[in-house]
């Protein structure tokens, strides 16, 4: 390679290829804004992100931000709705009494926007990025329905407990377009997993979108020395609507192929949770569910300004793993349960993000707007 090309590779690749080419081709991307300077379209929500706040927090923060908006409509899927939005299929009753849980999946080819102006020809489960956030119940018997819609061979690989004939694997549920496969396993153990695709070339498929979490709730009766822990995590019980439950998936995209990442992101959408943070409710407790599978990084981390968390790695324990921290560190696949509060805290925009600093830069960043209650 000559020393011209090998300079014009660096310019283009990366970080530099968002902070010079794109910024022109794309019309807006990661950029800097004049204080005051609106960087949204200002449309209200009543999702967990709440009214848009003043913008003065996103000059305070360097004007380092992405300029416009994301088009939600066409991804057909929105940052501030994911947090919530768990998927819980659909249940029935198997002849032995057992609670039969059933989800159907649809691996789809589909262009996503993931800054404003810039797409990515994505992989996707049911046309989004991550795919749905499932929720189980331990002892459950899942049915996992996989149509394989996209042009490549994929499949749906389970972090859990089950046979090696539903793993996921070539020869075990990994299938051609237009093929189905049924993975059935019981749900266990309890905790916040991972589902992705396991075809070749692996960094590919989980790059390209196709993962996204899997939580197991505990189940109460099984664990009565703390089935009141338990019952705060079972999805539809008094005890879990006290919480404010979000699922937060940590990930990155390499626009250019070149292996290395230009955008970062939870949930995919760069800084939409400093364009919309995400509102809590000061005297409730937070809970979140958090997975990093971000690729050709090592490491990634999650760092909870002016507060304090328990962390409960793999979620698979009901007593904390790590107490009374403010960062957690993950590779990818690795994931983990937070739990915190605001009670004692003024209200007011709280920050999170990783301490990368340059992954902060380039999109993997937001804000909780602690209120005293919800109008």
Not at 97 to 111: N, P
Not at 262 to 278: C, D, G, L, Q
Not at 297 to 308: G, Y
Request: charged share 20%; hydrophobic share 40%.
């Amino acid at each position: 390679m000559s020393e011209v090309s090998a300079w014009f590779r660096k310019k283009i690749s990366r970080r530099g290829l968002l902070w010079g080419g794109l910024a022109a081709a794309g019309g807006s991307a990661i950029a800097g804004t004049a204080a005051g300077q609106s960087v949204h379209s200002g449309h209200a929500t009543t999702s967990a992100a709440g009214a848009e706040p003043p913008q003065a927090h996103l000059a305070a923060h360097g004007s380092m931000i992405t300029v416009g908006d994301v088009d939600n409509e066409r991804n057909g899927f929105d940052p501030s709705r994911m947090v919530t939005d768990w998927e819980t299929g659909s249940v029935s009753t198997l002849p032995d009494g057992r609670i039969l849980r059933t989800f159907e999946i649809e691996a789809v080819d589909k262009e996503i926007e993931i800054a404003p102006g810039i797409m990515f020809p994505a992989w996707t489960y049911n046309g989004r990025v991550p795919g749905p956030a499932l929720r189980a119940t331990e002892g459950e018997h899942l049915r996992m329905v996989f149509r394989n819609s996209g042009s490549h061979p994929h499949s749906m690989h389970f972090h859990g407990i089950h046979a090696a004939r539903v793993d996921g694997v070539p020869g075990a549920g990994l299938i051609d377009p237009g093929e189905e496969f049924v993975y059935e396993f019981d749900a266990r153990p309890f905790g916040c997993h991972l589902y992705h695709c396991h075809a070749l070339p692996l960094k590919r498929h989980i790059h390209k979108g196709m993962y996204g979490l899997f939580v197991i709730d505990p189940d109460p009766a099984r664990h009565p020395e703390l089935a009141d822990v338990a019952r705060s995590r079972l999805l539809g019980t008094p005890e879990n609507a006290e919480w404010q439950e979000f699922a937060m998936v940590m990930n990155g995209f390499d626009t250019n192929f070149d292996n290395g990442n230009e955008v970062y992101a939870v949930n995919t959408v760069a800084h939409a949770y400093m364009k919309r943070p995400i509102r809590i409710v000061r005297n409730r407790p937070v809970r979140i569910y958090l997975a990093n599978v971000v690729e050709f990084d090592p490491i990634n981390s999650f760092h909870l300004h002016a507060n304090f968390f328990d962390y409960f790695e793999q979620g698979t324990t009901l007593t904390p793993t790590l107490r009374t921290v403010d960062l957690i560190t993950q590779v990818q696949a690795q994931r983990g349960i937070l739990e915190f509060t605001y009670k004692d805290h003024e209200t007011g925009l709280y920050m999170f993000h990783p301490h990368q600093s340059e992954f902060t830069e380039l999109g993997w960043t937001g804000m909780f707007d602690v209120v005293e209650a919800v109008a």
